[in-house]
């Protein structure tokens, strides 16, 4: 069966360590809202969005706030990044973001600070 998703930007594969961590709330019953927070692998980042391996299965258009750290093993801030992203596919695989707002400018510092890291 083809699949029919087509992504607009070039993505990269994701140093080893890279992590996402996400937060999002969903309804709730009654007009309240539930709150979720999980953290993933991500396999693949770019300019526009990534790829986060998690068994969670979010609905597809959800909004979520994310912080991705390029080397989870370091509590550097120059090695990590916060975006708001939607949820566009979502498979037992994990979940496509795009992003929707997210500083250019940071990530490319932090992606020449992982180079610099990792010689």
């Keep these: 069966m083809a699949h029919s998703f087509q992504r607009n930007s070039t993505r990269g594969p994701a140093w080893p360590g890279t992590k996402a961590y996400i937060k999002y709330s969903l309804p709730h019953g009654n007009d309240t809202l539930k709150s979720y927070k999980f953290s993933g692998d991500v396999t693949d980042i770019g300019a526009c969005g990534m790829f986060l391996q998690t068994p969670n299965l979010i609905p597809v258009s959800t909004n979520l706030d994310i912080t991705v750290c390029f080397d989870s093993d370091s509590s550097s801030p120059e090695l990590k ?39």
Aim: charged share 30%.
């Design 81 to 119: 990044i916060n975006a708001q992203g939607k949820v566009v596919r979502s498979c037992e695989q994990g979940v496509g973001i795009r992003f929707l707002s997210i500083d250019l400018d940071r990530l490319r510092r932090c992606v020449i600070e992982k180079i610099n890291k990792t010689g």
